[in-house]
């Protein structure tokens, strides 16, 4: 595995994998990489690609206030994963090489970037999207791999992509899970033991929400118990709403796909999941 600082060696050697015919398959990631991250990397190794994960905390997905100075970072054991996981090369670009001096531009994805996080982080998804294109020009990738927990970021890459004519395929993986149902992610680690131990909360309020609208209940009824159970466990509740799996737009009829969203914070730490309505039962 290689890894690069710079974007003059990550591109000599993508260009060496497309003369091997090899197809590039990108893993974008802020590092503080777990097994979601290598469950990416898994998908993305598919016979003949050269698997490209990315590395980089993006100060324009991070609003004034939220976590960035402390954001964890670990670079020396986000490398081993990688490499222990079959990842072919690591692009690791500083803040210049991403931002330098004079750097103007910014991704703005109506429509679904602009409810749920998009209204409660203010510019979150134009960073997310401004990096993302640029991660994408730089890696020219084929294939990339993003994780459905971050259900609306994926649907606002797939608007990205779709709008802007980018030649990649968008791959969402299944989002991972602690035994006990949290969906991991790399800010679980803010939790002490005892706002640990209360997050399981969040994931069996949606799954309780999810099987009682199935089973008919009104989506409004199901959503307020779901904020409740929330509030009482211990969380700020951001949202939890119901919305169409496609549009994100609420109110979704019973025969859309339609998926639960929730963010809350245990003390400072904010958590989202997400979880899809079954059609039947
Ligand atoms: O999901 C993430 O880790 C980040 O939002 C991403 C896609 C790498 C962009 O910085």
């Not at 206030?65 to 500083?94: F, H, T």
């Not at 994780?147 to 299944?174: C, N, S, T, W, Y």
């Not at 700020?236 to 496609?246: I, K, N, S």
């Amino acid at each position: 595995m290689e890894v690069f600082r710079e974007l003059a060696g990550l591109r000599a050697a993508l260009a060496a994998a497309a003369g091997e015919g090899r197809e590039v398959a990108l893993v974008p990631t802020m590092g503080a990489l777990h097994a979601g991250h290598i469950a990416l990397i898994e998908a993305a190794r598919r016979p003949g690609a050269c698997v490209v994960a990315s590395i980089f905390v993006n100060p324009r997905q991070f609003g004034a206030g939220e976590d960035l100075s402390r954001y964890p970072r670990k670079e020396l054991s986000d490398i081993a994963m990688l490499n222990e996981a079959g990842c072919d090369l690591v692009w690791l670009p500083p803040v210049e090489a991403m931002y330098p001096a004079g750097f103007a531009t910014s991704i703005a994805v109506g429509g679904v970037s602009e409810g749920l996080d998009g209204a409660a982080r203010p510019g979150h998804f134009d960073g997310v999207a401004t990096v993302v294109a640029k991660l994408f020009n730089q890696v020219q990738p084929a294939r990339a791999y993003f994780g459905e927990k971050d259900f609306q970021q994926l649907a606002v890459i797939r608007r990205l992509v779709a709008d802007l004519d980018f030649a990649v395929e968008i791959v969402g993986v299944p989002t991972q899970r602690d035994d006990d149902g949290l969906a991991l992610s790399s800010r679980n680690v803010y939790l002490d033991e005892e706002q640990r131990a209360k997050a399981v909360a969040l994931p069996r309020a949606l799954g309780q929400a999810a099987r009682a609208i199935a089973g008919g209940t009104a989506p409004d009824a199901a959503l307020a118990e779901a904020r409740a159970t929330l509030t009482a466990a211990g969380f700020d509740v951001d949202y939890v709403e119901l919305v169409d799996a496609g549009s994100l737009l609420p109110d979704p009829p019973a025969d859309r796909r339609r998926q639960l969203l929730a963010a809350a914070r245990l003390g400072s730490t904010r958590l989202i999941d997400n979880l899809a309505v079954s059609p039947t039962i």
